[in-house]
């Protein structure tokens, strides 16, 4: 009996030191092994993807054939980047991911991405949120931060129709051997793009001035809304593209008839004066912005949009949306100066704007122009906010982002100037973007400020304003 007791010991032991081995192996084994990637989504019928961007530092290329890991949320999806340096990968569920390089497939004469990966939060329904990667030579190994968050694009930049450059704030001028026509017509053609939506909303801010003569510091809420609105109907609601940004357009002005009819028009009749105006203007730009942070949200939104190229000519590479907004902006823009030139409301607004007493003598009823001028101003910052916003990304905050270069727009062309808004704008997209061929990209705004001072200083009336008489 104690033979077979000890056998039976003896036995279990062998059985327990076998189980323990085998479930050691197994550990190692799930811990060795690498992680299984989920099956791509189709980034078009996805109801969220990330965007990834790599290019040379040099020349903004793209930088074809990288593959990027996406990892997060539960899932692992990987990716490998077009002839353009895009990969679009489509996200089964909302949540933080972080986007890896694989930085062996990046061409060693390229040199090394400025991160080796970056962090990004996507919201429910969010299209195309950037991870952008940028490559140089002279960046050292593993240079930047692991995990960084991805640059916010929010912004207001006008180099890059696709992103808007939102990883070049700190990239500097072009690197030596950079190709410099190729670069500066590139420049030219996305900073005409870019003046002509912020004439948009510049035209609207120089007509509210020449009726009222009130600088509106709220201008740029009226742009954010219509980004807004037509990412409340075309992403959320799910509306057409084209029906989302036409009811955004005409909810913007609604939105400035009854600014203009609860706000702007009892001042107006109880006699206050400018200074007080423009103070209420300022403070309803703080109670607007925040509103819509409290609704939307502080995260940044993509309105959905093809990130592919549509026109490519030489070194200019354009998507839909910009070749898009700059075909619309030029017919409302021509639309605009048929109306003012050509109709009678449009006699009426230049009348109020040159001389609103005398106007008010000849039988104008300056109210109702007044009122027109309100609905049509912000019908067109709306629609400035609509292709901003599929320019360069959307934010609760783009359109006090940009506010800056629309007076500056506004202020060069001359104010209360239509046609000298639109000259003001074009002007200020191209020397901006011009610019940064020898300043950083976070530094281009102040050139809109020096221009600003500089046209102050040496003609006050603008390119296109008139110079008042004094006594």
């Known amino acids: 009996m104690d033979i077979v007791s000890e056998m039976l010991h003896r036995s279990r032991l062998l059985t327990l030191g076998l189980g323990g081995l085998i479930a050691s192996l197994v550990a190692i084994v799930g811990v060795a092994a690498p992680a299984v990637a989920d099956e791509p989504i189709d980034p078009g019928e996805a109801e969220q993807t990330i965007q990834v961007w790599i290019r040379s530092n040099a020349d903004k290329a793209g930088i074809p054939d990288v593959a990027v890991t996406v990892s997060g949320a539960g899932h692992e999806y990987e990716a490998t980047s077009g002839a353009d340096g895009k990969a679009i990968v489509g996200l089964a569920d909302p949540g933080d991911y972080t986007v890896t390089v694989d930085e062996s497939t990046i061409p060693t004469a390229l040199g090394r991405p400025n991160a ?7 919201g429910q329904g969010n299209k ?3 991870a952008n990667f940028l490559v140089d030579p002279s960046f050292t190994p593993g240079a930047g931060p692991t995990s960084a968050p991805s640059p916010d694009a929010g912004a207001a930049t006008g180099d890059s129709p696709a992103t808007g450059d939102a990883d070049d704030t700190g990239a500097g001028p072009p ?3 950079t190709d410099w026509g190729s670069l500066l017509t590139q420049k030219v053609v996305t900073g005409v793009i870019f003046g002509l939506l912020i004439a948009l909303a510049a035209i609207g801010l120089s007509l509210i001035y020449g ?8 201008h740029g809420e009226l742009v954010t809304f219509g980004g807004l609105m037509t990412f409340s109907f075309g992403n959320l609601i799910g509306l057409p593209s084209w029906l989302a940004i036409i009811i955004a357009v005409l909810l913007g002005g609604i939105f400035g008839w009854v600014q203009d ?24 730009s703080l109670a607007v912005r925040y509103l819509f942070a409290f609704i939307w949200g502080p995260d940044r939104m993509n309105l959905a949009t093809d990130p592919k190229p549509f026109l490519v000519i030489g070194p200019v590479s354009l998507r839909f949306t910009d070749v898009m907004g700059a075909i619309i902006a030029i017919v409302v823009l021509l639309l605009v100066a048929f109306v003012l ?5 449009g006699r009426a607004m230049r009348a109020v704007s040159d001389n609103r007493a005398l106007a008010a003598a000849s039988g104008i009823n300056v109210e109702r122009v ?46 209360g100037t239509a046609f000298g808004a639109l000259v003001g704008s074009v002007v200020i997209g191209v020397f901006m973007n ?3 061929l020898w300043i950083p990209e976070n530094l281009k705004l102040v050139g809109a400020l020096v221009v600003m001072i500089l046209i102050l200083l040496l003609r006050p009336q603008g390119i296109l304003g008139r110079r008042e008489r004094i006594g």
């Open 370 to 415: 007044i009122r027109v001028v309100w609905i049509g101003g912000a019908a067109l910052a709306a629609l400035a906010g609509v292709y901003i916003a599929y320019y360069q990304g959307l934010r609760w905050d783009t359109g006090a982002s940009i506010l800056l270069l629309i007076f500056a727009a506004v202020t060069l062309g001359g104010l």
């Open 116 to 122: 080796l990966s970056r962090t990004v939060t996507v």
């Open 128 to 130: 195309n949120v950037p």
């Open 341 to 345: 030139m050509r109709t009678q409301i």
């Open 261 to 284: 009819a609860a706000i702007w028009r009892p001042l107006r009749r109880r006699g206050i004066r400018l200074i007080p105006l423009m103070i209420v203007t300022i403070g309803l």
């Open 434 to 436: 011009i610019l940064t």
């Open 211 to 218: 009726t009222t003569g009130l600088n509106n510091f709220a």
């Open 175 to 177: 690197a030596a051997g």
